[in-house]
């Protein structure tokens, strides 16, 4: 079974200044989707950034970035610029690319993201 | 409506009691799955339901949960006999993807807040 970790119960950071969040996973598939999700205190998870494993180029989204080591399977999440509208709880999340496989998202525990004004 | 809704927002059920929660997907969306969210935790998959087949109920924690989607579209989750241990937030989320559900985002509702006393 897929597992997926979050070492970083808590992390903080200046407005405006960049910060990682770390994310490993485990796995035996070589095709599959990675994710990272935020979530807010509204509680409705919001998709921030995804990685198809068979890409090796690194997925951008705006100030939203991801280093995705998949030999390591490791996919952090880089904030640039960091605002405060960023705070929130940030997921990563692993799913199957499994023709009728099982669809289901596997998340990590989660870190909680401060931004200090 | 245009995103998934999720009703009641918040539930305090005692214990021993049955309770249903709504899930109302985004019209049109073929995949609908529910997670249950633990307080501090990341969510945990409980079941998959492509247009009214249940094709995976495997993350059900007892016989006590039970969720349908007989028409294909509005899905309810139904948890007999509520225990203090089903405290959580059930999150539900639907795709337009089938099968390859994986190449298809997933939109996730606000969640009930489910508190058994």
């Known amino acids: 079974a897929q597992t997926v970790t979050q070492s970083q119960p808590e992390m903080s950071v200046q407005e405006a200044e960049t910060v990682t969040l770390s994310c490993t996973y485990d796995t035996s598939e070589s095709d599959y989707y990675l994710f990272w999700y935020k979530q807010p205190p509204s509680r409705q998870m919001i998709l921030v950034i995804r990685?198809?494993?068979?890409?090796?180029q690194n997925a951008t989204e705006n100030r939203f970035s991801v280093n995705f080591q998949k030999a390591a399977k490791s996919f952090s999440l880089k904030i640039s610029d960091s605002q405060l509208g960023d705070a929130a709880m940030y997921f990563c999340a692993y799913r199957t690319e499994k023709l009728r496989g099982a669809q289901k998202l596997v998340f990590g525990q989660g870190t909680r993201l401060t931004i200090n004004p | 409506g245009a995103g998934v809704s999720q009703s009641p927002r918040y539930k305090v059920a005692k214990r021993g009691q049955d309770v249903a929660l709504r899930c109302d997907p985004i019209?049109?969306?073929?995949?609908l799955f529910w997670y249950q969210q633990a307080l501090g935790q990341g969510p945990e998959f409980l079941t998959y339901?492509?247009?009214?087949?249940?094709?995976?109920k495997s993350g059900l924690p007892s016989d006590r949960f039970f969720a349908e989607r007989p028409e294909g579209s509005v899905s309810t989750l139904k948890i007999q006999r509520t225990q203090q241990e089903d405290s959580a937030v059930y999150l539900c989320?639907?795709?337009?993807?089938?099968?390859?559900?994986?190449?298809?985002?997933?939109?996730f509702g606000n969640g009930t807040r489910l508190t058994v006393t």
């Open positions: 339901f492509q247009n009214e087949a249940q094709l995976d």
């Open positions: 990685q198809e494993a068979y890409k090796q």
């Open positions: 019209s049109g969306h073929v995949s």
């Open positions: 989320a639907s795709s337009a993807g089938g099968d390859r559900a994986g190449r298809s985002p997933l939109h």
